[in-house]
């Protein structure tokens, strides 16, 4: 019992040790890793809302993307509760880095795999490319849900196995917190694929019977695990309705825009994300196409996010897909020689998925799915190349069991034993093709260095000088990398498989050569790396004294140590070209614009900044600098969906391309100030007051920032409300030239126009109210106002249902005025309103993932007293 253990500690800590070692450049966590999408002030946001006891937090830092946000409960919540926000990331990615490959370890050991064939798949899972390349993206909620695939796998194996409803239970709840990593869309497909694995598992469990006779002779155990599947499906929904209530919303809004839009846009917008299908040599030739978008050394030349050479998404991608050539081989040795386990379920996922994930290079598979009702929310069909490499990562555990178990054999003779007659033929066949690979590996490696960068450069005129040199000069680099490796890869299996005792000479020193002459490639070209080319040489001089020795072969344990180190090289040196780490104090460090803001706050609160350009350093202050310093900003950096209402509201008030809106409507949003990268012309000098001197930044591009004269504070008292019918009749009259948002507001929304007073608010005056307080705090806004006359309070927030607004502390009508903002009726005389961001569903579904995280731990702990009780009366027996 205590070495089992002791073992246990063993492979936990490998993994550990793997994870860890990965961000090896920032291991003492000084610096914060570059992650694109995951921004730190989000995190210390989100980290502020926990301190706060909130269950849900209100994000208006882009006006237009205003939106309640769940503050779900899961593994990385407590790591993001207590540990600095730069390091958070980093540290997360760790953890479920770590989750991957242990889980898929424990899910291939349970498959009756050896121990080398269950590291070798779950070294294949953990360091795949195709997730492992997601921290320069910064999609960390994808390694969340990724990371519990092979844990759900393995419960539903176990539920199947045994039949008890409890491991049903435990497949579910795991499955629902793949959910509340946030990745919705893939976690989705995952959903439907498990699906039909549980088909794919109860069909195998007829054997040699008939299906009608097995049906008919087994009911009950129809019923019984038919229902446990029902459970998995309720119990995973029950953990993860925190994020899809919020996608659900999120989705609605993108609904009612879909109804605008043309079938061809609807298209364009679900497939922008498709994988090229001439970049599956990426699966095992990392490079040739670049690695990611705006790369000094390696830009990324493909067609990802293409639409008819459209800026800005020409070409852009932040990821790579390297699953590892000898991974690749081991898959297809399985798809060749292995006719169980459930494998040709897997080939035709892979295949399946891999042929959705072209999405409109490919359109009859993806629209398949795309007609599908719902299925025009979800976007970017790559995203199924996830599921792909799930795939191949389960068959090559499955080939390299079967190759290690080859290696055993001494001679041809004793292979024959331990092969079937088919699966030796097989094997036969298998290896010539090896063998021609190889050939054609070399006369590709040829072409490509006679007239590869040529071609490259041709093809990468319209990039620029530099990226189309730097891509001429990768594709052929790349392409006698992948060709060498090929060599080498293909050379030791075939190698291994003859099992002869005897080899010429220059069979044995081949791939010694060609892995010398490929590392110092790959080092003089990507690194210039003294310890690359020093492992790659060692690795070659061992090789070549093994199999000079005496003997028959190289020891079998030497053999598989060597292939998983293989893998684990492969996959964790094109990894490591998208981990870049970054000072935080350099990115956020404040400037002169961030000051002057700060020193014009009023009432605690800055007034909303308009961005008339997001070039260069602007799109920096966008992203990072000003929400950091609580500057709050009309539009976000980018928008993948505009709501119809609000396209309409903005489109509308469009007037120009220098101030491009109408002063009414900056008016109404509460913007004050306009950010630009060049000066503005002097006719608007009645409008725009300059604040200082342009600003220089290090790049040499400049800085203007103006504030407005017509700017108005973050709320209005109005005593004149103009009731509408429609949208259209409300952006009439509010880009009419008689409108004054100062002194009257409209309402078109049915609800709203039902809970004002039934006198009419109709008054020509000028309302002279006074207010005493204004506060704006985490998820609540406050004000103590004085108002002559019965008027309405207009906040200049976004509306959304899940506000409620209280007058005197008794709940009052929550308006929605000016189609996008809010309001309350007010009586005449003093009064404290107070806006609250009060999510029910969202603040109830924390408490349900709470209960169900409670259970699933006093679930966890009482299954493990069992299983040590269980097995103390074992040695006692």
């Known amino acids: 019992m205590k070495n089992k253990m002791l073992r246990e500690v063993i492979y936990l800590a490998v993994f550990l040790a793997l994870a860890m070692l990965f961000f090896f450049k920032n291991i003492g966590f000084d610096r914060m890793l570059s992650m694109g999408d ?23 830092d882009y006006f237009i993307l205003s939106r309640g946000n769940p503050v779900t409960v899961r593994p990385s919540s407590l790591i993001q509760y207590f540990v600095p926000a730069y390091i958070f990331p980093q540290i997360n990615l760790i953890l479920h880095l770590f989750f991957m490959g242990y889980f898929a370890f424990l899910l291939f050991r349970y498959l009756k795999l050896s121990i080398a064939a269950a590291f070798f798949g779950a070294l294949a899972f ?3 490319n195709d997730t492992l390349t997601l921290v320069m993206s910064g999609h960390m909620s994808k390694f969340e849900t990724f990371s519990y695939f092979p844990l759900i796998l393995l419960f539903l194996h176990i539920a ?33 694929l498990l699906g039909c694995y549980f088909l794919y598992l109860f069909y195998r469990k007829k054997g040699d ?5 097995f049906l008919k002779n087994n009911v009950f155990r129809l019923f019984k695990l038919s229902f446990g599947f029902i459970i998995l499906a309720v119990v995973a929904v029950f953990f993860s309705l925190q994020s899809l209530t919020f996608f659900a919303e999120a989705a609605s809004q993108g609904e009612k825009n879909v109804v605008t839009e043309s079938r061809e846009q609807k298209w364009d917008w679900a497939t922008q994300w498709s994988f090229p299908p001439e970049e599956i040599v990426d699966f095992v030739a990392p490079g040739i196409f670049g690695y990611y978008s705006g790369s000094p050394t390696h830009p990324y030349i493909g067609r990802m996010a293409s639409l008819d050479g459209k800026a800005p998404w020409r070409n852009f991608k932040y990821g790579g897909e390297n699953i590892g050539l000898i991974v690749a081989i081991m898959a297809l040795l399985a798809l060749a020689l292995v006719r169980k386990r459930g494998l040709f379920f897997w080939g035709i996922t892979a295949l399946i998925v891999l042929l959705i994930s072209f999405g409109r290079y490919l359109p009859p598979f993806f629209g398949a799915v795309f007609s599908i009702p719902g299925m025009q929310s979800f976007r970017n069909p790559n995203k199924f190349v996830h599921l792909f490499t799930l795939a191949v990562s389960i068959l090559s555990a499955f080939g390299a069991d079967y190759f290690f178990r080859f290696l055993k054999a001494k001679d041809a003779d004793e292979l024959v034993s331990v092969l079937s007659p088919r699966e030796h033929s097989a094997l036969t066949v298998f290896n010539r093709c090896l063998y021609a690979l190889v050939a054609v590996a070399f006369v590709t490696a040829a072409a490509l260095l006679a007239g590869g960068s040529g071609m490259v450069s041709a093809l990468t005129a319209s990039f620029g000088d530099a990226a189309a040199q730097a891509a001429s000069k990768n594709a052929a680099t790349y392409g006698v990398r992948f060709f060498f490796m090929a060599g080498i890869a293909v050379s030791l299996v075939a190698f291994m498989f003859t099992m002869r005792s005897k080899l010429q000479l220059w069979e044995k020193l081949t791939p010694a050569v060609l892995l010398a002459v490929m590392t110092i490639v790959m080092a003089m070209r990507d690194s210039g790396s003294p310890l690359l080319i020093a492992v790659g040489l060692i690795a070659s001089v061992l090789y070549a004294v093994m199999m000079l020795l005496p003997g028959k072969q190289i020891p079998v344990t030497a053999i598989k140590g060597a292939f998983l180190f293989l893998v684990v090289f492969d996959l964790w040196y094109t990894g490591q070209f998208f981990v870049e780490t970054q000072d935080q104090d350099e990115i956020y460090r404040s400037n002169p614009v961030v000051r002057m803001l700060r020193e014009r706050k009023q009432n605690g609160v800055i007034d909303r900044v308009k961005f008339l350009s997001q070039n260069g350093v602007l799109n920096f202050f966008v992203t990072h600098l000003f929400p950091a310093n609580d500057i709050p900003v009309m539009e976000p950096p980018a928008m993948s969906r505009w709501r119809s209402e609000l396209l309409t509201y903005l489109n509308r008030f469009r007037i120009n391309d220098v101030i491009q809106y109408h002063p009414k409507m900056y008016q109404l949003l509460n913007v004050r100030y306009l950010v630009n990268d060049f000066p503005l012309a002097s006719q ?6 300059p604040m200082g001197q342009p600003l220089a930044f290090g790049n040499g591009q400049s800085v203007y920032l103006y504030e407005m004269t017509f700017a108005r504070p973050r709320y209005e008292i109005v005593n004149t409300v103009i009731t509408v019918t429609n949208l259209d009749e409300a952006m009439n009259t509010m880009t009419a030239p008689t409108f004054d948002p100062l002194r009257a507001a409209v309402v078109y929304d049915a609800a709203s126009r039902a809970a004002l007073p039934k006198k009419a608010l ?12 204004f506060a704006v705090k985490p998820n609540r806004v ?32 929550l308006l929605k005025v000016n189609v996008l903002t809010m309001g309350v009726y007010v009586p005449a005389g003093d009064h404290a309103i107070s ?15 709470f209960a169900g995280w409670m259970a699933l731990i006093a679930a966890g702990i009482a299954a493990a007293i069992v299983f040590f009780k269980r097995n103390k009366l074992q040695e006692q027996i």
């Open 835 to 849: 806006f609250r961001y009060e999510p029910f569903k969202l603040r109830l579904f924390f408490w349900f993932t």
């Open 782 to 813: 406050d004000a103590s106002v004085f108002v002559p006359e019965d008027a309405v309070f207009v906040l200049k927030d976004m509306h959304h249902p899940d506000w409620n607004v209280f007058v005197d502390g008794k709940k009052s009508a």
């Open 38 to 60: 995951t921004i730190l002030w989000a995190n210390q946001k989100v980290q502020t809302a926990m301190h706060d006891g909130l269950k849900a937090r209100w994000d208006d």
């Open 684 to 689: 608007l000098s009645n409008y725009l007051i």
């Open 209 to 213: 019977d008939k299906l009608h006779v």
């Open 762 to 773: 109709a008054s020509q005056q000028l309302l002279q109210y006074g207010v005493k307080s």
């Open 126 to 128: 953990m360091f795949t």
């Open 160 to 192: 199947m196995d045994k039949e008890k409803i409890r491991y049903f239970i435990f497949a579910g709840a795991f499955l629902g917190i793949s959910f509340l990593g946030g990745e919705v869309q893939v976690a989705a497909y995952f959903a439907v």
